[in-house]
């Protein structure tokens, strides 16, 4: 496309109307995902784009009740809007999940960031942290490394906030724990990890313990994921897994996770969940039951099916 004009117009459309991120666009027309975010803002300030604000997204009524039915600080639910297209769920979940953790890290914090793409689409909307710092939860899922990952977006966000960020190239299961204990004592790793003990807010996404849903049981062998399911895994934060009642599940394969440890995450203050996708009821709980999430965004459909296995 040789107009410049009607790539930009292209551009708008994509990102706007059909839910695409800035990594697909820039993919699709062989730009950076930096000069598609410029392009983005520069229409917004030439007005070639205008953004109506409904008065919430959120529904308070299910949100309420999600809340409570999980005992978890606060809650908020996405309206189906559009539809319950995957892309678009996400955009939208992405959307109040950057407000919330906006609102919550205040000026100056600590920051702690997990990968997901939801987060991603979280990462997309958050204008800035302030003079937080933000820091990486989790080593790098080997499908990640040719697209946005944990370290691609704590920098991001950071270089929309203070540009302070925390951050290390290692993978998020290593080949044995011999590999990960050396790799905690690399001084890249070892100082992004020190940060951990001071976190004020964590933003993370929920694996259910499940092939497709969950990254570290795709990243096992099916042996190792089996024997997990076997001792009652039944969701996964981080590289934590955690049981029906958020206790903790350790086997040889978790001590090849690099990431924050259950003991550590539990110190973090307020942790947001950021889970736009079904079929994650029980994880949800289960993070829930063991206290390791004190907030969560999510989409109608989620909720709807937490809510059903809600006694009250």
């Keep these: ?56 997204a959120a529904d308070p009524d299910r949100s309420e009740r999600l809340r409570r039915a999980l005992g978890l600080r606060r809650a908020v639910v996405v309206q189906d809007v559009g539809g319950r297209d995957p892309n678009t769920v996400r955009r939208a979940v992405g959307r109040a999940s950057a407000r919330l953790l906006m609102e919550l890290a205040g000026r ?6 997990s990968a997901s793409l939801a987060l991603i689409a979280m990462g997309e909307e958050i204008e800035t942290l302030g003079e937080s710092t933000v820091v990486q939860l989790c080593g790098v899922h080997s499908k990640q490394a040719a697209g946005i990952g944990p370290v691609e977006l704590v920098r991001d966000i950071a270089a929309k906030s203070s540009g302070r960020s925390r951050v290390f190239y290692a993978p998020f299961v290593t080949p044995t724990s011999a590999s990960a204990r050396d790799l905690r004592s690399d001084p890249a790793v070892r100082w992004t990890m020190s940060a951990y ?19 570290l049981y795709d990243a096992l062998t099916a042996e190792e994921s089996a024997e997990l399911t076997a001792s009652g895994a039944v969701a996964e ?18 001590e090849r996770v690099l990431g924050i440890s259950c003991e550590e ?6 942790v947001i969940a950021v889970v736009p996708t079904p079929g994650r009821a029980a994880a949800v709980r289960a993070l829930a039951a063991g206290t390791l999430i004190t907030s969560i965004v999510t989409s109608t459909e989620l909720a709807d099916e937490i809510l059903a296995g809600d006694p009250a």
């Design 1 to 56: 496309m040789t107009d410049p004009d009607a790539m930009i117009e292209a551009i708008l459309r994509r990102y706007y109307l059909d839910d695409a991120t800035k990594l697909e666009i820039a993919s699709e027309f062989g730009i950076s995902r930096f000069k598609v975010a410029r392009l983005l803002e520069d229409a917004k300030r030439r007005g070639a784009v205008r953004i109506e604000i409904t008065p919430s």
């Design 108 to 113: 100056e914090s600590v920051v702690g960031i």
């Design 197 to 215: 003990a001071r976190l004020d807010i964590a933003a993370v996404s929920v694996g259910g313990w499940a092939p497709g849903s969950s990254g």
């Design 237 to 254: 934060v981080c590289g934590i897994v955690v049981d029906g009642d958020g206790a903790p599940v350790a086997s040889a394969a978790t």
């Design 265 to 270: 995450l539990h110190r973090v203050s307020e």
